[in-house]
């Protein structure tokens, strides 16, 4: 067992050495991970189709500065920090401090055990690494994030419209969004990618944003005016989709659920051969048995296909699928694409120097930027800390030595009989040995050194010589006769005692100090050197007018390294005071009773 503690402490104190890096030329990287509790909690399982949608801003990264522009340095590394990811790169704008990264997330990655990727980041020399068409799923037919200045296609299919009169703005729900009056429209043209048949299924999803009721809407619309028309529309607030199905006839479908006006709100629609499905920020809208044709034609956008029945509002993350996806699917979106990102989690920042070749640990690392006026404190209290272990572990053995032999003299003492309570004082060279034989007492503690460091022996002798003191002797006599005492003579003899008693006290207490110095003065002096750090460290910064992570990270953190030496330094020693403490009270008490007790016996024999 104790092999065992000294192998968990010795495993406890290892540097923290990260994991290997991917590549050398990258100065910085980010853990990214999925929140796998979030995921079952939520009944989720992580489409081989989705995506992850990485959002940096100063909540979660501090590095803008150390980009490179337009984010061309950042690489996205699976788990096992082997396996480079495919991604794509929606905005990067470092001044406002805001990045939208799009990854591919392999089966592999999201079934590990750690389902994470790293973000890596700060290499000038780098080339752009995105897969723009790569990052999509073969079955993920078009893709607008209107981002930038036009509306495109970002998938390898390239469905770019072929008319936009909408107005792309910041301030979507991720990045850009288009914005409608009523009166604009995005007209897509048909393409063999985007055939919609029911017999392989369709999904269209779609972020939307609306400030106000709308009459009679046309949010997306695709088809003629024959057999294959699939219109989904606003009415007031309520979602309602105008179909032609495979026999021609019109039927209308309500949603159960209403949209709201002033926030974002995820609207997906999913058709198969027997259903159209309609999801309200991953919650069913609406199941509605029927049967499609085809679905061809051009596809508009905020508008019908005549250009009328304008929808008001914006628009973000349009995307199309030729499958029909499943409600995890959708939900699985809506949960990534959301504005609060809650399923994933960002780790802090490690640079490469930190953690090249496992050999430099963050300790390491944090006590090579302690200042000098810092390690002058971590020097005081290595001393303090010192003196504390000596006066600890010496008071130990001391209190230790002295209750053992207290506990080995008061059950000699017990066994002395009437008349006999000066024995112990008579060693064997005093007694002569027929002395001795007659007293099995004195022949077992014949030599009075056995109690050389029991403080109840030496308040006994002191007792015993007083009381002699005050015996006179009959002329020629070799012993003392029995004589009484008076109560003023008892009154001296124990306040003899009592003086051994206090000085075996003051003995007992001393360098106890020490320790009530460590206790009280070192997490003082430990504050005392990371207040005078980090004002260095303020200092520093304000001189060189660079205001990043990177300058005031380290200075702190090595401002903190005196308080935590003034904690080592206190903590033992307090766990040492109140054990030591606890110990000398015993021996105390001990020889508070061991005076009255002796007193008591020396008046019932000479009173």
Not at 177 to 186: C, D, H, L, P, R
Not at 472 to 485: R, S
Not at 517 to 542: D, E, Q, R, S, Y
């Amino acid at each position: 067992m104790k092999r065992l503690s000294i192998l968990f402490m010795v495993l406890m104190l290892q540097p923290l050495v990260a994991l290997a890096w991917w590549n050398d030329d990258w100065g910085y990287r980010k853990k990214i991970s999925l929140d796998v509790q979030k995921v079952k909690q939520d009944g989720l399982v992580a489409p081989e189709d989705g995506l992850a949608l990485i959002r940096l801003h100063t909540g979660n990264f501090l590095f803008f500065p150390e980009l490179a522009a337009g984010g061309k340095d950042i690489r996205i590394i699976a788990g096992d920090d082997k396996t480079p990811l495919k991604f794509f790169i929606e905005k990067v704008d470092a001044a406002n401090e805001m990045a939208l990264i799009w990854v591919k997330l392999p089966k592999e990655v999201v079934t590990a055990q750690d389902a994470a990727v790293w973000v890596y980041f700060n290499n000038p020399e780098a080339v752009d690494g995105q897969d723009i068409p790569g990052t999509f799923n073969i079955n993920q037919v078009l893709n607008y994030s209107f981002e930038g200045t036009d509306v495109k296609d970002n998938t390898a299919n390239t469905n770019h419209p072929a008319q936009t009169t909408s107005v792309l703005k910041d301030g979507g729900l991720i990045g850009g969004s288009a914005t409608f009056q009523g009166t604009q429209v995005i007209r897509v043209p048909e393409k063999p990618s985007l055939a919609m048949s029911p017999t392989a299924g369709w999904t269209v999803s779609v972020w939307l944003k609306m400030e106000q009721n709308q009459p009679n809407a046309v949010l997306i619309q695709r088809g003629g005016n024959t057999s294959n028309q699939v219109a989904l529309t606003i009415r007031d607030l309520t979602p309602v989709l105008e179909v032609l199905d495979a026999d021609g006839a019109k039927q209308e479908f309500t949603a159960s659920i209403n949209l709201a006006t002033g926030s974002w709100q995820h609207l997906a629609l999913v058709a198969n051969a027997e259903k159209l499905s309609l999801f309200l920020d991953g919650k069913t809208a609406g199941e509605f048995p029927v049967k499609l044709a085809d679905v061809t034609g051009d596809m508009t956008i905020g508008a019908d296909l005549s250009g009328t029945r304008g929808f008001t509002g914006a628009i973000d993350q349009l995307s199309v699928y030729k499958i029909a996806r499943d409600v995890n699917a959708v939900k699985y979106d809506f949960m990534m694409q959301g504005a609060t990102g809650a399923l994933l989690s960002y780790g802090d920042e490690m640079s490469s120097d930190e953690e090249s070749g496992g050999d430099e640990s963050y300790l390491l690392s944090t006590l090579d930027n302690v200042t000098i006026d810092g390690w002058v404190i971590i020097g005081i209290l290595g001393v303090m800390s010192l003196i504390s272990w000596v006066v600890m572990i010496w008071k130990g053995i001391t209190v230790g030595r002295i209750h053992k032999q207290n506990q080995q003299f008061e059950q000699a003492f017990r066994q002395l009989g009437s008349g006999h309570l000066t024995d112990l004082e008579h060693n064997q060279e005093k007694t002569g040995n027929h002395q001795e034989n007659e007293s099995p007492v004195l022949f077992s503690l014949a030599n009075q050194n056995t109690f050389k460091d029991s403080s109840l022996y030496r308040i006994y002798h002191v007792g015993v010589e007083e009381m002699e003191k005050r015996f006179v002797k009959a002329v020629g006599a070799d012993v003392v006769a029995p004589q009484t005492l008076t109560a003023s003579a008892m009154e001296a003899v124990k306040a003899s005692m009592h003086a051994v008693v206090v000085r075996e006290l003051q003995k007992l207490n001393s360098m106890m100090v020490m320790l009530t110095i460590a206790i009280a003065g070192g997490p003082f002096l430990g504050l005392l050197g990371t207040v005078v750090g980090v004002m260095i460290t303020f200092a520093a910064i304000a001189a060189s007018g660079e205001i990043n992570v990177n300058a005031i990270a380290p200075g702190i953190a090595a401002a903190l390294v005196a308080t935590v030496a003034g904690l080592f330094v206190a903590i033992p020693a307090l766990f040492g005071y109140n054990y030591l403490g606890s110990k000398i009270k015993v021996v105390s008490a001990d020889m508070q009773v061991f005076v009255d007790e002796f007193v008591t016996k020396l008046a019932e024999e000479h009173t």
